[in-house]
DNA sequence: GAATATTGTTTGCACATACAAATATCATTG
DNA sequence: CAATGATATTTGTATGTGCAAACAATATTC
């Protein structure tokens, strides 16, 4: 009797779950695994992951738009909307309307902590190389984008 | 006119982009993208695919517990149990208290969709099978659902 | 057996994200 | 040049998710 929960119970470890032979799932929980990290080191400056990025895409082309940032960061316009206000309130970026675009600007205390969430952002890079092994973590890296971008695009 | 408007494009094309290298984003762009295939499908029953991943457990191990369906979903109580009280409200589920835990049991309805929800998700991995190759999802799977329990577990 | 610690679950609050619709500007065509 | 179509951006609304705190019930310790 006992022997047969004790296979049950190895049945349904996590491991071996059915739920980690699926791409859907197994993605999202490294989405969410990998943004903690980032989550922290980017949460001393008050933004997430997706501003920091943001805000050294706005610092390295000033006046970038919104288009342009939603390709980049492959986001949909209106999240970049609701990031750039975001970033706006915290006085990192300012906005100018010309004509139907929006030009996007960093602010004096935006170029001036880019350093800082650049150094922030080598720290989350040490610390997932850490764990999963660096040559494991490029290769993984360029996998994972790869598949991102056939079903961004195929579908 | 029209040439030029074609080589811009091709400059920037997001493969080259520096985030590309960058686990943190990859990572999300890919459970965006395959999340945004699973919404389609499960959509059908007014359900997220975690929604549909739990609705199964119920199914398979009636009077489950949201801590269980926590370690096995990877997601926290909390999520746990707005996911359950979502899928109380469609009457997919039903809780019952027993001390300090908490049961919870698929209704019949729950039990009786349940097949379908099991074809839908099929229908999940055979369309980014398709685009990604089958060969390359299993590999891709197993790499991605170890290094997010490598990240889980290493912090 | 009462006081304290631990465990399981649920809220309060906040946030990133997306879809669909609205708005505003530009381009094109009759 | 007016009307219609296309493009860029912003809002309204909704949702999944998590953290920290609250709450409830069990376990432990004195």
């Keep these: ?91 990192l970026v300012r906005r100018e309307s010309e004509g139907k675009k929006t030009l996007i600007y960093p602010t004096e205390e935006g170029e001036s902590i880019q350093p800082e969430i650049a150094a922030a952002w080598d720290r989350v890079s040490e610390r997932y190389s850490q764990v999963l092994g660096e040559t494991d973590v490029c290769q993984l890296t360029q996998q994972i984008f790869k598949a991102s971008k056939a079903l961004g695009d195929g579908i």
Excluded at 41 to 61: K, T
Excluded at 62 to 71: V, W
Excluded at 72 to 82: A, N
């Design 1 to 91: 009797m006992k022997e047969e929960k004790t296979i049950a119970v190895a049945v349904e470890t996590p491991s071996t779950s059915r739920y980690s032979a699926c791409l859907l799932f197994s993605a999202n929980a490294l989405a969410r695994a990998i943004t903690a990290i980032g989550d922290e080191e980017f949460g001393r400056f008050g933004i997430c992951y997706s501003h920091a990025y943001m805000l050294c895409e706005v610092v390295d082309q000033p006046g970038i738009t919104p288009s342009e940032l939603s390709e980049t960061l492959c986001l949909t316009p209106s999240t970049i909307t609701r990031l750039v206000e975001k970033l706006e309130q915290k006085r």
